[in-house]
Structure formats: C-alpha cells, structure tokens
C-alpha cells in the first residue's frame, strides 16, 4: 500500500495563537469562526504570521460502474461531457476559481471515452481505465487497483507542491459517485443507509427508493468487505480513491486541506480510517445540499464554512469559501493589537 507519514500538528504554539488573537483590537471571540480558521492555519503552517501560497483547486473525474443500475438522473457520457466543459472553462468551477484567482487542474483518473489527443495545459490524464466496474455485480476494483489509485492521487500533489502551493482544494466530477460515497458513508460510519443515500442529481421519489434498494442489495452482497482498503476498493470510484491518496500527500505536506462537498467528505472520511490525522490538516468548506452530508460532518466533527444549499461538487465549495481563509489569514498578520493601537482593553 502507497506509504504516507502524515504527523499530528504540534500544538505547542497552541497558547502563543490564542494570546495573539485574543488581544486584536476586538472582544475576545468576536470574529467568530473566522478566529477558528485563522487559528487552524496557524497551527498547520506552525507559525504566528500565516501565508497562502500558490492555491490550487484538484477536480478528479471519473465513471462508475453503479450508473449503469439507473441510480443517477443523468446518462453516463455526462461526465466526460462535463469534463469537456472544465477545460473550455465553462463550469461553474472556472468561473469561481477565475473570480478567486484559484489554479485549477482537471485530473482525468477514468473517465469513460478518455481524452486522447486532447492536449490541455490544465488536464492530467492518469486514468485507470474505462470507470469502475459495477458494484451492484461485483467489487468496483481490485486492492492492486485501489492502491495504484491512491499512489496516482498522492503523485499530483507532489506535482502541484513544486509549484509553491501550500492550499489545496478538492473536488470531483462522475455520474453515479454519490452512490460509491453513500456506501462508504454506511460502511465507515456505521450510520444507516437510509441516511446516507440522497437524490443526487435531483432523483424523484420513486428515482431514491430504487437506489436505496440497489445499494442495499449491494451492500449485503459484499458484507465480507470489512478492512478500510476492502470497502474503498469494494465500493470506492477512481476519483474518489486518487483524491483519498491525493488528501493524504497534502496532509504529509502540511499544505492547508479545503475539503468540498458530500463525495470529497467522503474521500476524506476513507483517508482517515487510513491516517486519522488527516482531519488536523482539513477545513470545512461547506454543508452540501446533499442528504447524509450534515450527519457525515457531525460524524467527522467538521464545521463547515459555509452553508449555501449547494449540491454541484467541482469543489466549488472550496473556491467559494476561500477568501474566507484569505480574510482569516489577513486579520491575523494585520490587525492592530491593542497594545499597538493603544486602546484601552477590558
């Protein structure tokens, strides 16, 4: 299995962090949230004076297997279809990162039809094959194939870590991924699948109760999957898998992780049942619209940045949420203390 040495955040700063926030020109805790987020850079780059750095947002897209059970509202070309529109610049993931001046790279992990003669200065093309097999049937990859993906996730932060870049953002494209993330939810969790399992791409009524009971028999089919590479393996995507290995090199790089919607928190939820002091390096960014997302955060612990009824993924929440950390980190380096400001405290 791909190897990561991810180490716990030091907290030995910990005191010297909450004594410089603490004594801005402010009441104690008013900035809210934005004093959590500050703090959490701080604690992650372990210094008092943070800095973002080259910030790159990594949208990894994939086919799943599982479409082909009608469990989506939406055909299975669509995927590549959109991935044709990230590299027009065309989606909503360009239009914010542009608006953010966020890079942005389209990582092809395997995509059904691929991309071949297709040359684009923001695409990565290590795709695994023609997507997932169908777990509906049989387990969606191999372990040999679960741990190349890893390793390929891991290798495009290494790649995007020469560039200076110490934020990093996910998010990911595939018809039929909300599915692989719902079972992985249930299996990690141990939440029921009732909780798990949303529309999606907007099922009706009829459209969710059927994908509740494929799922279902899916799961029961492969209840010998127990160890954590078992069911990502068993149940997991190609983009789902490379971002989980993609999230724990950031985590061993101590880059600052902005973790997107339902299927990123997902990926997330699988890096730490592999390394649990991934979630150390992970902000928040968002509370998708997606159904099971809340309780997935409320498992993880996670506060989430923002909560605007989103449910597109591209990691869209990342790019939307980070001139938030971008206000964080100027507060903390440029806010008057009282002391120099010589206002009176409490």
Same mark, same amino acid.
């Given at each position: 299995m791909q190897y990561f040495d991810i180490q716990s955040t030091d907290k030995q700063i910990s005191e010297a962090i909450r004594h410089k926030i603490n004594h801005k020109t402010k009441p104690v805790g008013a900035l809210g949230m934005l004093e959590t987020v500050a703090a959490q850079i701080c604690l992650i780059q372990q210094t008092l004076s943070p800095q973002l750095t080259a910030p790159q947002i990594l949208v990894f897209a994939a086919d799943h297997g599982i479409a082909g059970e009608g469990v989506s509202s939406y055909p299975a070309e669509v995927t590549r279809q959109m991935v044709l529109n990230f590299l027009a610049g065309g989606a909503a993931i360009n239009v914010f990162c542009r608006q953010?001046? &966020?890079? &942005?790279?389209?990582?092809?992990?395997?995509? !059904?039809?691929?991309?071949?003669?297709? !040359?684009?200065?923001?695409?990565?093309?290590?795709?695994?094959?023609?997507?997932? $097999?169908?777990?509906?049937?049989?387990? @969606?990859?191999? &372990?040999?194939?679960?741990?190349?993906?890893?390793? !390929?996730?891991?290798?495009?932060? $290494?790649?995007?870590? $020469?560039?200076?870049?110490?934020?990093?953002?996910?998010?990911?494209?595939?018809?039929?991924?909300?599915?692989?993330? @719902?079972?992985?939810?249930h299996k990690f969790t141990g939440i029921p699948l009732a909780g798990c399992v949303g529309r999606g791409t907007g099922l009706d009524d009829a459209g969710l109760a059927r994908k509740h009971d494929i799922l279902q028999a899916a799961v029961e089919k492969h209840a010998c999957a127990q160890t954590p590479l078992d069911i990502l393996a068993t149940f997991g995507g190609f983009e789902i898998v490379q971002m989980c290995g993609a999230m724990l090199q950031a985590a061993q790089n101590r880059m600052v992780v902005l973790i997107d919607g339902f299927i990123a928190t997902a990926a997330l939820l699988a890096a730490r049942q592999l390394h649990p002091a991934v979630l150390e390096y992970c902000v928040f960014c968002h509370q998708s619209d997606e159904h099971g997302h809340r309780k997935l955060l409320e498992f993880l612990h996670g506060q989430p940045i923002l909560n605007l009824g989103l449910r597109l993924g591209e990691g869209t929440g990342c790019a939307l949420a980070y001139p938030i950390l971008q206000s964080a980190v100027a507060f903390m380096n440029e806010m008057a203390s009282f002391e120099s400001a010589g206002v009176s405290q409490k």
């Open positions: 953010h001046g &966020l890079a &942005l790279t389209i990582v092809d992990a395997g995509v !059904k039809g691929g991309f071949d003669g297709l !040359k684009d200065t923001i695409l990565v093309s290590q795709s695994m094959g023609q997507g997932t $097999r169908n777990f509906a049937r049989e387990p @969606a990859m191999t &372990l040999a194939e679960c741990e190349t993906a890893l390793a !390929k996730g891991a290798e495009v932060v $290494r790649q995007v870590a $020469r560039t200076g870049c110490n934020v990093i953002g996910f998010g990911e494209m595939g018809i039929g991924n909300t599915s692989a993330a @719902a079972v992985l939810m």
